[in-house]
């Protein structure tokens, strides 16, 4: 008996031996981020991939397609996992993928959650309507009055489902590519009035912007933008509406000009000189010479997650400032 207490006792000792680090007591979690943290949101990584759970194909609603289909949307979620997170509450990001309004996948974001994840906040990638009748040029514009509904509708679900995610509503940041950036500013900037002035009869045609795709009236605040080789309308950005933003774009973008496009859109550099006038921070990188899409392969995507999670840490910790480089800097959280 006494070899079978000593046995036990060991097995006891190495089991709390060997609990990970990170597990808190959850009487001792933190319901919010603190700035006095200085560890968490940086360039570096703070939780490993293995301490990120994930888990795909989850519904948040369903919508008409341009083809009369009924459409499944879904979204996948990357997040600390909650067992080993001090934080009872994380700030999320909600990825929008690109493709033109035509292609593209919420796969293609897979990667770039990953790396959001790592560095402790909860990363959202969602599949939304996609496609128009290519015969009408101007029913493009109902495919991106389509993808906004989605996009949303995705937030209305992340914010009714919060506390299973470990969300913190109050830090919410949405961004991704091209359509998906796009899509990502009309969010923030375009509201239904203004889409049933850029489109008359938009509503009655396709439904309301805010109620349509899911029946949660669940309401959000977007706090930054994550703005890939994207643009916005630029009579729909109200001073009252801006929130800040990091960029990346190529100056010799033809898909989208980092300056003024169709539709009276404005790319990224207008766009943030547009903030700074107004004294909303704005961190913009210029490839000189690039096209569409930069800095995409596993290392540029590695780079822009860590200027981005610096960002959002100055705008939750109220400490951004305006940046603009034509060179690859890398993220340094500390200047």
Not at 73 to 89: C, G, H, I, T
Not at 142 to 164: G, K, M, P, S, T
Not at 242 to 270: A, N
Request: hydrophobic residues 35%; glycine residues 8%; aromatic residues 12%.
């Amino acid at each position: 008996m006494r070899y079978q207490h000593l046995i036990l006792g060991f097995l006891l000792v190495f089991a709390i031996a060997c609990k990970p680090e990170k597990v808190e007591k959850e009487e001792e979690k933190q319901d919010t981020y603190s700035c006095t943290d200085n560890n968490r949101f940086t360039e570096a990584d703070f939780f490993t991939e293995g301490e990120i759970d994930y888990e795909y194909d989850i519904n948040y609603g369903s919508a008409i397609d341009w083809l009369g289909n009924d459409t499944e949307l879904l979204f996948d979620v990357f997040y600390p996992r909650m067992e080993l997170d001090s934080l009872a509450l994380r700030p999320a990001i909600i990825t929008i993928h690109g493709g033109g309004f035509q292609g593209g996948s919420k796969e293609g974001w897979r990667n770039e959650c990953l790396e959001f994840a790592k560095k402790g906040f909860v990363a959202f990638t969602i599949k939304y309507r996609l496609g128009w009748d290519t015969s009408d040029p101007t029913d493009q514009l109902n495919a991106v009055y389509r993808a906004n509904q989605d996009a949303r509708a995705a937030l209305r679900f992340i914010v009714a489902n919060a506390e299973e995610y470990g969300v913190d509503t109050d830090l919410l940041f949405i961004g991704g590519s091209s359509a998906g950036a796009i899509n990502s500013l009309n969010t923030v900037y375009t509201s239904q009035e203004e889409w049933n002035d850029l489109i008359p009869g938009i509503e009655d045609k396709l439904g309301n912007l805010n109620t349509s795709s899911n029946e949660l009236r669940n309401s959000f605040k977007l706090n930054a933008i994550y703005n890939n080789w994207g643009a916005a309308f630029k009579p729909y950005v109200q001073v009252e509406e801006m929130v800040p933003m990091i960029s990346f774009h190529g100056d010799m973008d033809q898909t989208v000009p980092v300056d003024s496009g169709e539709y009276g859109l404005i790319g990224s550099r207008l766009l943030s000189q547009e903030l700074q006038q107004k004294g909303i921070c704005s961190d913009l990188t210029i490839e000189p010479g690039g096209g569409h899409g930069i800095y995409r392969d596993a290392e540029g995507i590695t780079f822009r997650v860590g200027r981005a999670s610096c960002f959002f840490k100055s705008v939750m910790c109220d400490s951004c400032n305006d940046f603009y480089a034509e060179e690859k800097v890398e993220p340094d959280c500390s200047l």
